[in-house]
């Protein structure tokens, strides 16, 4: 089964920025898209990025178009996710899962594609 560890989550205040780093040190990476999602507090969780397999292929929700980039280093076995421009409402736990990928290259921003989930990070945006 793989397993992902999520990093990098932190206190940052209103503006700033932090990249979240999702590892695997058991499975190749290489076979899986990654997604990318968060619960805020008294939230659902909600799907917010993607990178299919090969990083060819991206997709953002509107609430973080422009401000994160998702991206991935299958020779670490690890996806990213840059967070620019961090809003209060950003604040939540993260977390990444895998889909598993055998011919497609492609990804989708809904939790239902995926997995394989990670424990989460905290993400705290305040001032």
């Known amino acids: 089964q793989l397993q992902l560890v999520e990093s990098g989550g932190a206190l940052v205040q209103p503006g700033g920025s932090l990249r979240l780093t999702c590892e695997t040190s058991?499975?190749?990476?290489?076979?899986?898209?990654v997604g990318w999602f968060r619960q805020g507090p008294g939230k659902e969780r909600e799907a917010i990025s993607c990178?299919?397999?090969?990083?060819?292929?991206?997709e953002y929700v509107d609430s973080v178009k422009g401000r994160f980039i998702v991206s991935r280093d299958n020779a670490k076995n690890a996806a990213y996710l840059q967070m620019n421009s961090l809003k209060p409402e950003d604040t939540g736990v993260y977390y990444c899962?895998?889909?598993?990928?055998?011919?497609?290259?492609?990804?989708?921003?809904?939790?239902?594609?995926?997995?394989?989930w990670g424990q989460g990070t905290q993400v705290t945006v305040s001032s």
């Open positions: 058991q499975f190749t990476l290489d076979y899986y898209a």
């Open positions: 899962a895998g889909d598993l990928q055998i011919l497609d290259d492609s990804c989708t921003v809904a939790a239902r594609e995926y997995d394989y």
């Open positions: 990178i299919s397999s090969s990083g060819s292929g991206t």
